[in-house]
């Protein structure tokens, strides 16, 4: 009996499998970093993201922007603003905020404040 060489009828399955594996296995893990998103802010606008963040989630989020900017997270309760997070002229932030309360929709927000416009790149996602 002659032996062939390669991997015969075990190495081609085994091949088989591992090509087929290979598209899930490429995939993102379900905690990967959110996207970064472009976007423009237009002279003396802002921009703002709202998500729901329970107080057993963070919500982390990063960015940078072109010129500074102010930036907060904040969320409403009746008529009233709460800013847990606020940085006034800054180009890029990357942290993690820990809400405090049960449940709420927690804004980012980055306000222009000059004549030109500014690229804003940015992500933000809730996490365990």
């Known amino acids: 009996m002659s032996r062939e060489s390669g991997f015969g009828f075990w190495g081609a399955l085994i091949g088989t499998l591992l ?16 996207e970064a998103k472009p976007t423009v802010i237009k002279a003396g606008k802002m921009f703002e993201k709202c998500l729901a963040v329970t107080s057993a989630q963070k919500l982390e989020y990063q960015f940078t922007t072109t010129k500074p ?15 847990p997070v ?9 942290d993690r905020f820990q809400p405090t309360k049960a449940k709420e929709d927690y804004c980012l927000m980055w306000e222009n404040k000059t004549s030109e416009d500014i690229d804003l790149t940015w992500s933000a996602k809730v996490v365990k």
């Open 19 to 34: 090509c087929a594996a290979l598209p899930v296995l490429a995939q993102k893990p379900a905690d990967a970093k959110a």
């Open 69 to 83: 900017v102010n930036f907060n997270i904040h969320f409403h309760v009746g008529d009233s603003v709460y800013y």
């Open 86 to 94: 606020k940085r006034n002229k800054t180009t890029g932030e990357a």
